[in-house]
């Protein structure tokens, strides 16, 4: 074989391991940027609210036309590492005139007791908690409120006020008319609002440790048969 075709045999053979070599050398490193950003995403904070809704289920701490709500949430830690939620506060997004408009919000476990802030989660742990908001009402369920606390022992847990108000004044706390389902023999079954319903609703923001702020939307009622548990 000439010796000028050889060479150019070892030419191409040579540009062909390079080529190879490079293409493998991009692929690696492909490979290790895409999976050293998942594990950076996969580090990054996260907190999933997952079921928020209203429950009945806390003390009302009635005090003339100003009482407590309380909503049940599970925060999930959707990240595998530790994170600690340092503060806890609740916006009106109703604001209505003479309405609490902002303030701390306070956790409690699911049987009624207080969760101290700050608290942890670890890494892909959930915890049901209870959000409680100081809600002030007015109109007919504030005269409603006042009557029920002034001339008998007000009910302590939030749903027994409700089903007083509901039985007493046909209202909701956002001042939704409701109206009984009832059997032939008159008990009462069920209650339901209008199609078209006015809702109370409060923004909650949790903050972490790292500084990460966490939103979510709680409201009252979620639907036209909505009662409390």
């Given at each position: ?20 070599l490079?293409?493998?050398a ?6 290790c ?8 995403e ?10 928020p ?13 100003t ?11 959707a ?7 340092v ?5 009106n ?6 309405d ?8 409690l ?15 892909g ?12 009402t007015?109109?007919?369920?504030a ?12 009910p ?24 009984p ?13 209008e199609?078209?319903?006015?809702k109370?609703?409060?923004?909650v ?7 990460k ?7 009252y ?6 009662l409390?548990?």
């Open positions: 074989m000439p010796e000028d075709k050889k060479k150019d045999n070892k030419t191409r053979i040579r540009r062909w391991i390079i080529t190879a490079s293409a493998w991009a692929a690696v490193a492909g490979a940027a895409f999976f050293s950003c998942q594990a950076t996969w580090n990054v904070e996260n907190i999933a609210f997952i079921d809704h209203p429950t009945g289920k806390c003390d009302s701490l009635l005090a003339g036309a009482l407590t709500m309380c909503w049940s949430v599970t925060v999930s830690n990240r595998k590492s530790r994170l600690t939620v503060a806890a506060t609740w916006e997004m109703d604001s209505p005139p003479g609490l408009l902002f303030g701390r919000v306070h956790i476990t699911p049987d009624g007791k207080p969760v101290p802030i700050p608290f942890s989660l670890d890494g742990e959930g915890k049901e908690i209870m959000i409680q908001i100081p809600v002030h007015s109109g007919y369920v005269a409603a409120l006042n009557d029920m606390e002034q001339h008998q022992p007000a302590l847990l939030l749903s027994d006020v409700e089903a007083h108000l509901f039985a007493h004044a046909g209202l909701d706390f956002a001042g939704n008319k409701v109206t389902t009832a059997t032939s023999e008159g008990r009462v079954t069920a209650w339901k609002r199609r078209r319903f006015a109370l609703t409060r923004l923001v949790l903050k972490t440790g790292r500084g702020l966490f939103h979510v939307e709680l409201t009622p979620t639907n036209a048969n909505d409390l548990d």
